[in-house]
């Protein structure tokens, strides 16, 4: 990932209800999340907008926007209910990093990253 195609950003997160909230300069992105596999290693996740702002996902309205997979054991036994980091995401790929700390826990891809960012 070259400098000048990264972009530096906060994430925060609410596993009680889903909820996350990605923001970077010029952008702020509301919507959800959901784990669709945990497995010992690893753990995948897909993510949509709110698009319609009712703070609730409708597959029907609200677009995935993209996936990432977690460390299981750090999501599971480190990372808070509601917690919050920074991630870094290459704007000509979509690949991204999802930081808590100083700890890469995430890994993942933005579907369209042209049209995200």
């Keep these: ?14 596993g009680n209800t889903g909820d996350f909230l990605i923001s970077f300069p ?10 669709q596999s945990l497995g010992r290693k690893n753990s995948r996740a897909y993510f ?4 319609n702002s009712d ?3 409708d597959s029907t309205v609200d677009p ?7 460390k299981s054991s ?4 480190s990372l808070p209910v509601v917690s919050s980091g920074r991630f870094v995401a290459d704007e000509d790929s979509g690949r991204f990093s999802i930081f808590y ?6 890994t993942g891809l933005i579907f369209y990253p042209r049209d995200f960012f």
């Design 1 to 14: 990932m070259a400098k000048r195609d990264e972009i530096t950003g906060k994430w925060r997160a609410d």
């Design 26 to 35: 010029g952008k702020k992105v509301n919507g959800f999340y959901s784990y």
């Design 48 to 51: 949509a907008e709110d698009a």
């Design 55 to 57: 703070g609730r996902y």
């Design 64 to 70: 995935t926007i993209g996936t990432f997979l977690a």
């Design 74 to 77: 750090f999501i599971v036994n």
């Design 101 to 106: 700390g100083s700890t890469k826990f995430a």
